[in-house]
């Protein structure tokens, strides 16, 4: 009898491990992120200046977001957004010369906490370490294109030989194959440096792009009228603040031909202090390309109108640019391949982005920093084939601040109650209707490069409401149905009087809810001014 009771139990407890569902395993997250890559330069999005087949592969396969933002468009403050889950005023990392404030949770130390491997290559920008990774190597501060220094975690300091793009995913590869411990899920961060400033491609790109022509945007001639002063102050124009040695890669001693004087005063020592890391058979190709291009200026500049000088200079701008994006496309198809080929596609959550978006030549802009949207917006093409329906396209204002609580959801974690974000977890299985009809933005870093001015505003899918203060105080007002190239301020129109109100209070109700105020408006301010005067700016 107690024979075959056991029996019956052993039988009974076999059925049920045989037939219990299987735990649905913790999702990996591969997170792709480059510096200042402009989602015009992504086929996905735009297919008039360049190819993107790899990184188009992630929205083939899940979603394209059409309308992704940032909080804050500059790159380490973006990037402690995504981190923590917070705007900037909160996060304390308003602009790039703040400190990280590293007693802010991030989410990849709650995910180590919960049973991740965590690791991080690339660029972070903080001046100091990232917390709650097992694995990272980073560059330090903005890092070099050519032969780059690298911070390990293991072994302190050390200076590789290459081209940063593919050292940074050589690094993401070789841990994917080597250190992943294949019994726990894992978080990735693969952060390119490129395209970032002063654009310097791969020596095998080198060649294809400089033979390149590309369109011109509509508005490379803008004049900002019918705009405010921040528009007319900034300084990111084409002709006006390129440099002509660091940016348009003009050989100094054609420049002291030439006549032209350094367009920055410390152009030619940018230059040389990145073109200079070259080994000399790397410089030889360098010289031999760049050369030919220079060859043709020296001849041309002398009767070269200013028109024309600004043409050249897109020009030259998006053969390096374009350049750059070559490789970061190159590599994230490694990066993708690997997943494929090892069976770790089906449950990774592939998140491809930048720290913001970029000018290309719009409104005769390079950089960002602009709640316009070229530099307000981001890319953002998210792959997760176990619930993201393949070739999908969302149009919801998503942003940056929502990674932080959408990650920790997808992988069964309860996001700390002080996260501003929004999972975008529900948008991923295609319910995400109502998901934020407006969209809160602060830029802080003024008075520093590019100029551009402090300012706050609210976007929403019809209008741009924006207040630049400081040594200013000015609002505008775009109308994003009738003017998509934000040309004309409209706040003084009286026809935009009812919207205006109505955006007014919408502001101020944001203002409330993420905890925001005139009061650290100055605060900061002061803070800033202490920086500056202890020379930290
Ligand atoms: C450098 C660049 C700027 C750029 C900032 C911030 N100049 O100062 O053009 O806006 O970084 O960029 S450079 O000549 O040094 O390249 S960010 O991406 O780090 O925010
Ligand atoms: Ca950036």
Same mark, same amino acid.
């Given at each position: 009898?107690?024979?075959i009771?056991?029996?019956?139990?052993?039988?009974?407890?076999?059925?049920?491990?045989?037939?219990?569902?299987?735990?649905?395993?913790?999702?990996?997250?591969?997170?792709?992120?480059?510096?200042?890559?402009?989602?015009?330069?992504?086929?996905?999005?735009d297919?008039?200046?360049?190819?993107?087949?790899?990184?188009?592969?992630?929205?083939?396969?899940?979603?394209?977001?059409?309308?992704? !933002?940032?909080?804050?468009?500059? !790159?380490?403050?973006? *990037?402690?957004?995504?981190?923590?889950? #917070?705007?900037?005023?909160?996060?304390?990392?308003?602009?790039?010369y703040f400190?990280?404030?590293?007693?802010?949770?991030?989410?990849?130390?709650?995910?180590q906490?919960?049973?991740?491997?965590?690791?991080?290559?690339?660029?972070?920008?903080?001046?100091n370490?990232?917390?709650? =990774?097992?694995?990272?190597?980073?560059?330090?501060?903005?890092?070099?294109?050519?032969?780059?220094?690298?911070?390990?975690?293991?072994?302190?300091?050390?200076?590789?030989?290459?081209?940063?793009?593919?050292?940074?995913?050589?690094?993401t590869?070789?841990w994917?194959?080597?250190e992943?411990?294949?019994?726990?899920?894992?978080?990735?961060?693969?952060?390119?440096?490129a395209?970032? *400033?002063?654009?310097?491609?791969?020596?095998?790109?080198?060649?294809?792009?400089?033979?390149?022509?590309?369109?011109?945007?509509?508005?490379?001639f803008?004049?900002?009228?019918?705009?405010?002063?921040?528009?007319?102050?900034?300084?990111?124009n084409?002709?006006?603040?390129m440099?002509?040695?660091g940016?348009?890669?003009?050989?100094?001693?054609?420049?002291?031909?030439?006549?032209?004087?350094?367009?920055?005063?410390?152009?030619?020592?940018?230059y040389?202090?990145?073109?200079?890391?070259?080994?000399?058979?790397?410089?030889?190709?360098?010289?031999?390309?760049?050369?030919?291009?220079?060859?043709?200026?020296?001849?041309?500049?002398?009767s070269?109108?200013?028109?024309?000088?600004?043409?050249? *200079?897109?020009q030259?701008?998006?053969?390096?640019?374009?350049? !750059?994006?070559a490789?970061?496309?190159?590599?994230?198809?490694?990066?993708?391949? =690997?997943?494929?080929?090892?069976?770790?596609?089906?449950?990774?959550?592939?998140?491809?982005?930048?720290?913001?978006?970029?000018?290309?030549?719009?409104?005769?802009?390079?950089?960002?920093?602009?709640?316009?949207?070229?530099?307000?917006?981001?890319?953002?093409l998210v792959?997760?084939?176990? +619930?993201?329906?393949?070739?999908?396209?969302?149009?919801?204002?998503?942003?940056?601040?929502?990674?932080a609580?959408?990650?920790?959801?997808?992988?069964g974690?309860? +996001?700390?109650?002080?996260?501003?974000?929004?999972?975008?977890?529900?948008?991923?299985?295609?319910?995400?209707?109502?998901?934020?009809?407006?969209a809160?933005?602060?830029?802080?870093?003024?008075?520093?490069?590019?100029?551009?001015?402090?300012?706050?505003?609210?976007?929403?899918?019809?209008?741009?409401l924006?207040?630049?203060?400081?040594?200013i105080?000015?609002?505008?007002?775009?109308?994003? $149905?009738?003017?998509?190239?934000?040309?004309?301020?409209?706040?003084?129109?009286?026809?935009y +009087?009812?919207?205006?109100?109505?955006l007014?209070?919408?502001?101020?109700?944001?203002?409330?809810?993420?905890?925001?105020?005139? $009061?650290?408006?100055? #605060?900061?301010?002061?803070?800033?001014?202490?920086?500056?005067?202890?020379?930290?700016?």
């Open positions: 009898k107690i024979f009771t056991l029996l019956l139990i052993s039988s009974v407890a076999v059925a049920f491990f045989a037939f219990k569902p299987k735990k649905q395993k913790k999702p990996n997250i591969v997170f792709i992120m480059s510096d200042d890559h402009a989602y015009q330069a992504i086929s996905a999005y297919k008039r200046l360049t190819q993107t087949p790899n990184i188009d592969r992630i929205a083939n396969e899940g979603m394209l977001f059409t309308n992704a !933002c940032v909080t804050n468009s500059i !790159c380490a403050p973006s *990037r402690a957004v995504i981190l923590t889950g #917070k705007h900037s005023h909160i996060n304390g990392k308003i602009d790039n400190p990280f404030d590293s007693t802010n949770i991030t989410f990849p130390q709650i995910l906490a919960n049973g991740y491997q965590t690791a991080m290559f690339g660029k972070l920008h903080f001046g370490n990232p917390k709650g =990774f097992d694995e990272f190597q980073i560059l330090p501060d903005q890092g070099d294109y050519y032969n780059p220094d690298i911070i390990t975690k293991k072994e302190g300091k050390k200076k590789l030989l290459g081209y940063v793009t593919d050292i940074i995913t050589d690094l590869i070789n994917l194959k080597n992943r411990d294949e019994d726990k899920p894992f978080f990735l961060a693969y952060l390119h440096k395209p970032h *400033r002063e654009w310097l491609p791969a020596e095998r790109h080198f060649k294809e792009y400089l033979n390149k022509t590309f369109p011109e945007p509509a508005t490379l803008d004049n900002y009228e019918g705009r405010g002063r921040a528009s007319k102050e900034a300084e990111m084409l002709l006006t603040h440099n002509w040695a940016d348009s890669k003009v050989f100094p001693e054609n420049m002291q031909k030439l006549g032209i004087k350094e367009s920055h005063p410390y152009d030619i020592r940018f040389n202090s990145t073109v200079g890391r070259m080994n000399p058979e790397q410089r030889k190709t360098w010289d031999e390309a760049y050369g030919k291009m220079n060859e043709e200026f020296v001849k041309k500049f002398p070269m109108s200013e028109k024309e000088k600004m043409q050249w *200079r897109y030259r701008y998006m053969q390096d640019y374009l350049g !750059c994006i490789s970061v496309d190159e590599g994230v198809g490694q990066v993708l391949d =690997f997943l494929k080929q090892n069976n770790l596609e089906e449950n990774t959550i592939v998140v491809y982005t930048s720290d913001q978006g970029f000018y290309l030549g719009e409104h005769g802009w390079f950089d960002k920093r602009f709640i316009f949207d070229e530099s307000f917006k981001t890319p953002l792959k997760w084939p176990t +619930a993201i329906k393949p070739g999908t396209k969302n149009t919801q204002m998503v942003q940056n601040l929502d990674f609580q959408t990650f920790l959801e997808a992988a974690i309860k +996001a700390p109650s002080d996260m501003q974000g929004e999972s975008l977890i529900p948008i991923f299985k295609g319910n995400g209707k109502n998901f934020r009809d407006a809160y933005y602060h830029y802080y870093e003024y008075p520093s490069v590019h100029m551009v001015k402090r300012h706050y505003g609210i976007v929403t899918e019809k209008y741009k924006i207040h630049f203060y400081y040594d105080d000015e609002w505008e007002l775009y109308d994003r $149905t009738n003017d998509k190239n934000e040309m004309k301020n409209v706040y003084n129109d009286p026809k +009087a009812a919207v205006k109100k109505e007014h209070q919408k502001l101020a109700q944001l203002r409330i809810k993420y905890k925001d105020s005139e $009061t650290l408006d100055k #605060k900061y301010i002061e803070k800033y001014k202490e920086l500056e005067a202890n020379g930290k700016i």
